[in-house]
């Protein structure tokens, strides 16, 4: 489950950088490794056919050292996708990183902890069973 979300992070740094300028495999692997990510080829090449495949990317062949390289740009498809990505990625971290909730979260969907109070029945922190207290504070 863990490795799935960061082959998501990953298709968006594959989008990012297609979209500015053709890229090739061995230099993505190496500017994902600039940002903490560990792929070999044979993790890497299959995410950029299955992009390529689903219309997010387009493959160029071209002879480098003679040597055939795959270059890869963003399609329109994958360009929408990643506006669609940044609008995501910004109210993730406005909600994750930088702590602001929607406004109206709607029915449904729960109060952070820290903003429960006795009229959500939330008796304060360590209420719950099984959490030790000291002076009535989780510890």
């Known amino acids: 489950m863990f490795r799935d979300f960061f082959l998501g992070f990953v298709k968006i ?6 979209a500015q300028a053709p890229v090739y495999g061995v230099a993505l692997i190496e500017e ?3 940002h903490g990510y560990e792929l070999s080829p044979g993790t890497l090449y299959p995410v950029l056919h299955a992009m390529e495949e689903a219309g997010y990317l387009a493959r160029e062949n ?11 740009t963003a399609t329109p498809a994958g360009r929408a996708a990643l506006d669609e990505a940044r609008h ?8 994750v990183l930088e702590g602001h909730g929607p406004p109206d979260r709607g029915p449904g ?3 952070h902890p820290s903003e429960r109070g006795p009229a959500d029945g939330h008796r304060g922190a360590g209420a719950c069973r ?8 989780a510890v």
């Open 130 to 137: 099984g959490v030790p207290t000291r002076g009535g504070r």
């Open 88 to 95: 995501k990625i910004r109210e993730l971290v406005a909600e």
């Open 62 to 72: 071209r002879v480098v050292g003679g040597k055939v390289r795959k270059y890869y």
């Open 32 to 34: 994902l490794r600039r």
């Open 109 to 111: 969907v729960s109060r």
């Open 13 to 18: 740094h594959i989008l990012h950088h297609a």
